[in-house]
């Protein structure tokens, strides 16, 4: 069946992919993209040729009205939702937490915290079929960082992924009834430019080549298992958390 899906920070890296999968299934999709429209707009051309419809919207995910304008698009486009993928994230440069500024903090919590939560929300308040919604499945992006910790690196960008965990599983069951499954996925490391916003444009190619599958993810490796859990072929899952980290 068709399906309608809205992805975060879609114009790059996982959400790009996760787009591009979707599109090969058919389905319609709102590219939500932060800044750079010629990268969007090459996400929209991936999913046409995929065989997809798609549109690209910008919108900062920390800002409410933002939030609630790309899902407002999304819908306009091609119908009600019945899908969202809270992929939109940062990660800022390895420090340890003692010396890391109020600011840094704030930054990384209002992308990855707010930004999710907010996004979240919304789906929640469109899917729920009490309102009027046809219930649907919510994917969040979270990090093998939220089990591992982040320690001496980024413990502000893991603490922020295990409060995206944390999300997912309440959603969960407070969202089950109302017929949507909210289920998280942990990337490892997988090769996107985030390595190069984090300052370490190699970070996993060199730490992949430690995971039990002596390799750094791709893209379309994590977009395959988000796409699964969009799709009806995974119904009966919620609550899961499910790495996609090469063993790592
Ligand atoms: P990426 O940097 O290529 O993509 C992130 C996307 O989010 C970009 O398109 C960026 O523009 C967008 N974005 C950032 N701030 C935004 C905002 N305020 N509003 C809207 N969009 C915004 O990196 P990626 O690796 O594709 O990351 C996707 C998700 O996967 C992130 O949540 C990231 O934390 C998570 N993740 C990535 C890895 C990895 O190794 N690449 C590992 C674990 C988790």
Do not use: C
Not at 61 to 89: C, Q, R, S
Not at 180 to 201: C, E, K
Not at 203 to 219: F, K
Not at 223 to 241: H, K, M, N
């Amino acid at each position: 069946m068709s399906k309608t899906i809205l992805i975060t920070g879609a114009s790059r890296g996982i959400g790009a992919a996760t787009a591009r999968l979707a599109g090969a299934r058919g389905w319609a999709v709102g590219v939500n993209y932060a800044g750079n429209a010629e990268a969007a707009a090459a996400t929209v051309k991936a999913v046409e040729a995929a065989g997809g419809k798609a549109i690209a919207i910008k919108g900062d995910v920390a800002e409410e009205a933002d939030v609630i304008a790309m899902f407002d698009a999304t819908e306009a486009a091609f119908g009600k939702l019945d899908g969202v993928v809270v992929n939109a994230g940062i990660l800022d440069v390895a420090a340890q937490l003692a010396d890391m500024p109020v600011e840094r903090l704030r930054k990384v919590f209002d992308v990855n915290i707010l930004g999710a939560a907010l996004t979240a929300r919304e789906a929640a308040r469109r899917l729920s079929t009490g309102r009027g919604g046809n219930g649907g499945s919510v994917v969040v992006v979270s990090s093998a960082a939220a089990r591992l910790g982040g320690a001496d690196e980024r413990i502000d960008y893991a603490l922020s992924k295990g409060a995206m965990d944390t999300m997912a599983i309440g959603m969960s069951k407070e969202l089950g009834p109302e017929g949507i499954r909210v289920n998280s996925i942990r990337p490892g490391l997988i090769v996107t430019d985030i390595h190069a916003s984090g300052g370490q444009p190699e970070r996993a190619n060199t730490l992949g080549g430690g995971t039990p599958l002596r390799r750094a993810g791709t893209a379309e490796e994590v977009g395959e298992a988000i796409v699964w859990l969009l799709d009806d072929a995974s119904s009966y899952v919620t609550g899961a958390l499910l790495d996609v980290t090469g063993g790592r």
